[in-house]
């Protein structure tokens, strides 16, 4: 599993496949079940530009290996973008399968030409779960189906307490991301640099690596350590000795990395990539900046560490918004919904 979608995916399938039996398609990683089939393995098909092109292979090949399997499927859910839809009609077709779910995830562009076809392809559905407010907010003015703000779950480890007395000198800010040009990381740098007493940890892998690591290097920046990928495991330990979450996304649907930092006790500093402000709100649970001047992330990072009862009513207060984000409850949620939607058309 890498980014948010993935782990998405993996943990509604583990819950699902407690109660129903459930097949999942995939290109690259390892298979939650027998049931589960591999397209084509030796190609990684994120990697192929543009990114249409790769999933045009995947699902064309997707598409001949359900026909020569001939096996019924009473639901089809797709994650992504709208791309991911165009192949639906056709996928309901050789399966027989009743219904069409889609979990949109990340953002919608502000590109009339991508919302029409965006529009058009959701028309096959019949069922919409989005992972972010505003792309709720944007596919019901785009048409009228069943749309629900679904964010990802939280993974049951980031809802232990921590019993360890840990001692640190400088107050600890962590990013957890994707090292990609949407996660804006390049601004956590320039607020670092800005914040020598203060130490930053970047978790992730990502085409941007080298290009943070050089940034790093140029500006001679001593107070931030990319960590590379951690496991669930190591990334709770980090958050267990940190102070506080940052994000600095330009887009997200809702960063399921934010919701585990909350889980784990941390304030949350973050731009409104996604609409994040209806979960953290300024003041009472975190800060969220409406810009990406790094002076307006600096002076939250300061208000943190200069009043450190206000960190302590965040933390407890966090670990109790975090409980709503459960992925036993998020699942049980997205499969209700579901099921719902199943029995209406099945009695039609």
């Not at 077709?93 to 990340?106: D, E, N, P, R």
């Not at 007395?165 to 400088?170: D, Q």
């Not at 800010?173 to 040009?181: D, E, I, R, S």
């Not at 709503?324 to 039609?348: G, L, P, R």
Request: glycine letters at 6%; charged letters at 25%; proline letters at 3%.
């Amino acid at each position: 599993m890498k980014g948010g979608m993935e782990k998405h995916i993996y943990n509604l399938s583990v819950f699902q496949s407690k109660i129903h039996e459930v097949t999942i398609f995939y290109n690259q990683g390892s298979p939650l079940s027998t049931n589960d089939v591999q397209i084509l393995p030796s190609l990684k098909v994120n990697k192929i530009k543009p990114q249409f092109l790769g999933i045009l292979i995947f699902y064309m090949t997707l598409l001949y290996k359900l026909f020569i399997r001939h096996e019924k499927y009473d639901v089809i859910h797709i994650h992504g973008d709208w791309s991911s839809l165009v192949f639906s009609r056709l996928l309901k077709k050789i399966t027989k399968a009743c219904i069409i779910v889609f979990s949109y995830h990340g953002m919608i562009q502000d590109n009339k030409f991508k919302r029409h076809l965006l529009k058009s392809n959701l028309k096959k559905t019949d069922i919409i779960f989005a992972t972010g407010y505003d792309s709720t907010v944007a596919i019901k003015n785009l048409i009228q189906k069943e749309i629900y703000f679904q964010p990802s779950g939280i993974n049951g480890i980031f809802f232990i307490k921590s019993n360890k007395n840990i001692k640190k000198v400088n107050f600890h800010v962590v990013t957890v991301a994707n090292l990609v040009k949407v996660k804006n990381l390049e601004l956590v740098i320039s607020i670092a640099q800005k914040l020598p007493d203060i130490d930053f940890s970047i978790v992730g892998k990502g085409d941007e690596e080298e290009s943070l690591k050089k940034s790093i290097i140029k500006k001679n920046i001593k107070n931030v350590t990319l960590m590379g990928y951690k496991s669930h495991e190591e990334v709770k330990e980090l958050y267990d000795s940190s102070d506080c979450f940052l994000l600095t996304s330009l887009a997200e649907g809702t960063p399921t990395s934010a919701l585990e930092a909350m889980a784990s006790g941390l304030p949350i500093i973050t731009s409104n990539a996604g609409g994040i402000e209806h979960i953290v709100q300024t003041g009472i649970n975190g800060f969220v900046a409406y810009d990406y001047r790094p002076e307006t992330y600096i002076d939250y990072i300061k208000t943190l560490v200069n009043s450190p009862e206000l960190c302590k009513k965040i933390s407890s207060l966090n670990r109790e918004i975090a409980k709503d984000f459960k992925w036993t409850k998020v699942a049980e949620s997205i499969t209700t919904k579901t099921i719902d939607c199943y029995n209406k058309k099945t009695k039609h």
